[in-house]
């Protein structure tokens, strides 16, 4: 079945320093992947998605390349902030209706 | 604007009580889901509306009950529940026509404690 694999964290980082967030996926098909962000306390917000193969999303300065040739769509950020601490959950949606979460990483940034 | 408003944010209620958990969307969305999701853990699906039908129950406990009034509403009817239900509830809403093809988006969250 489908399935999505995240780094383990929990991630402390300095601020200003560059993030990445591995993230793999199995699916049959060709599914949209997506990254959310939950902020402590809050709901899920969609922060970024990419539809098709060599596909980048965008926001916030955060960006993810859809690599079907190696099953990936890491999460990266040049400068990170402290407003950058939360979860962030990497998912795929193989069709309407579904979608298939990652573990989640706890991202925590110190100033 | 991608708004999904679900009230109440906080929610305490005791075993024997009936409450609901209300969701609005006003994009236009015609499929809505409720998600359950407890700490440290990504949600989990527990209903999907579309177009007002029921389209899947995942297996959920009858002492939760959804609603969908029309296409913009979405209530979680809540009865006898355990405190092993305590939990963030997630409303969410998606299109499939359009630029957003299957994106999903999510509120705030319900917080529900069960005492």
């Known amino acids: 079945g489908d399935s999505v694999t995240q780094m383990e964290g929990p991630v402390t980082l300095s601020e200003e320093a560059f993030l990445t967030i591995n993230c793999t996926y199995t699916?049959?098909?060709?599914?949209?992947l997506f990254w959310y962000v939950q902020y402590p306390g809050e709901g899920l917000q969609l922060l970024l998605k990419a539809t098709k193969a060599d596909d980048k999303g965008s926001n916030k300065g955060f960006e993810a390349t859809y690599r079907k040739e190696t099953t990936s769509f890491h999460l990266e950020k040049g400068s990170v902030q402290v407003s950058d601490s939360a979860v962030y959950f990497c998912?795929?949606?193989?069709?309407?209706?579904?979608?298939?979460f990652g573990q989640g990483t706890r991202l925590t940034i110190n100033p | 604007d991608t708004e999904v408003t679900q009230t109440p944010k906080h929610l305490v209620m005791g075993m024997t009580n009936k409450k609901s958990l209300k969701c609005e969307q006003h994009?236009?969305?015609?499929?809505m889901y409720w998600y359950k999701q407890k700490a440290k853990k990504p949600p989990e699906l527990m209903f999907v509306?579309?177009?007002?039908?029921?389209?899947i129950n995942e297996s959920v406990p009858s002492r939760f009950s959804p609603e969908c009034p029309n296409s913009s509403l979405l209530n979680l009817h809540l009865h006898a529940l355990q405190p092993e239900d305590s939990a963030l509830y997630l409303c969410?809403?998606?299109?499939?026509?359009?630029?957003?093809?299957?994106?999903?988006?999510f509120g705030e969250g319900s917080w529900l404690t069960v005492v």
């Open positions: 998912a795929l949606s193989p069709g309407a209706q579904k979608l298939v």
């Open positions: 699916a049959t098909g060709y599914p949209s």
């Open positions: 994009m236009g969305h015609r499929a």
């Open positions: 509306y579309s177009y007002e039908k029921l389209s």
């Open positions: 969410a809403s998606s299109s499939p026509l359009g630029p957003s093809g299957n994106t999903i988006y």
